[in-house]
């Protein structure tokens, strides 16, 4: 099911600063990477979405609407965790959640009971009493998070959700995102510069450069294996580079991997070989997979 789809969609702010052009792009249900470098256009992308900016022209339909002319429908199916930090310090994360399940038309008992659940879904059921003002940066970006999921999206936004968080609260905030989307059953764009995180979590990839679509596919296809043949050894990597070198092969380096591009059936069994007469000991030997950083990579070589 396409869940958010655009047809040359441009955005041109005062001063003529496009951070969308021309944007073209089907989006289907699932946990979606929208990736980019700071000022590629995500966050502008996602104003858009929630009706927050109107496009300079083009067309954008969530869910089959118009975000322009049908603000409260989008809004009502979809959730927003902002990427900066926006909760008041003197409130509950109860009272807090409870608040914009208000906004979002619930009734009063509906919205104290949907928040209670919420904040049980991301993990702060035990602590929803306390002043938010007294959380941690992770139980902050956990609050954000269960505001979001308060009135039961079918779509939730996530702008940079593991901003501000430690390597072990980054796991966490990643976790919590792939079981609401594999579990719940609510899509999730997830808007980040982190690549690898990305890989992680999302199944499919929106990668955008400079306001315009540089690819949107699943990371199955954008992370398949390549043909180039990895290897590792121990030790004795430069002494099995320069076997490798004399053997007619591309060899390159990247620390103590060796990176070896295949072009012949018996390329594979050359390297054993060689291997096996220095009597090294192979650590790894396999086909190299696609990243997704390779995307920005590619994209930077071609400009030059």
């Not at 099911?1 to 969308?20: D, F, H, R």
């Not at 409260?72 to 902002?82: E, H, I, L, N, S």
């Not at 979002?104 to 938010?132: F, K």
């Not at 941690?136 to 940079?160: F, I, N, Y």
Request: net charge negative; aromatic share 4%; proline share 4%.
């Amino acid at each position: 099911m396409t869940i958010i789809a655009t047809q040359s969609l441009t955005k041109t702010y005062n001063g003529g600063v496009t951070a969308l052009s021309e944007l073209t792009v089907d989006v289907e249900a699932g946990v979606i990477g929208l990736v980019g470098a700071n000022g590629a256009g995500k966050s502008t992308f996602i104003k858009i979405m929630l009706g927050l900016t109107a496009p300079t022209s083009g067309d954008v339909r969530v869910f089959g609407l118009d975000p322009v002319t049908e603000t409260d429908q989008v809004r009502a199916r979809v959730g927003y965790m902002p990427e900066n930090d926006c909760l008041p310090p003197d409130v509950s994360a109860a009272e807090f959640v409870t608040h914009l399940g208000r906004l979002s038309g619930l009734p009063r008992t509906a919205a104290r009971e949907r928040a209670s659940e919420a904040l049980r879904h991301v993990g702060l059921y035990e602590e929803r009493y306390r002043q938010i003002g007294g959380y941690s940066t992770g139980m902050k970006q956990r609050v954000k998070l269960a505001q979001a999921l308060v009135h039961d999206p079918d779509l939730l936004l996530l702008d940079e959700p593991t901003n501000g968080l430690d390597p072990a609260g980054r796991d966490a905030m990643l976790n919590l995102v792939h079981r609401i989307g594999n579990e719940f059953g609510i899509s999730v764009v997830v808007c980040s510069h982190l690549l690898g995180e990305v890989e992680r979590i999302c199944d499919s990839l929106i990668a955008i450069e400079g306001g315009r679509l540089l690819r949107a596919d699943r990371i199955s296809a954008m992370t398949g294996a390549s043909d180039v043949l990895a290897v590792e050894v121990s030790e004795g990597t430069d002494e099995l580079a320069e076997a490798l070198t004399q053997l007619q092969l591309t060899v390159s380096r990247e620390g103590r991997l060796l990176l070896v591009p295949l072009t012949a059936e018996s390329d594979y069994d050359a390297i054993l070989r060689a291997v096996a007469e220095l009597d090294l000991p192979l650590h790894r030997l396999d086909q190299r997979r696609h990243r997704v950083a390779e995307l920005f990579t590619a994209k930077e070589t071609a400009d030059v």
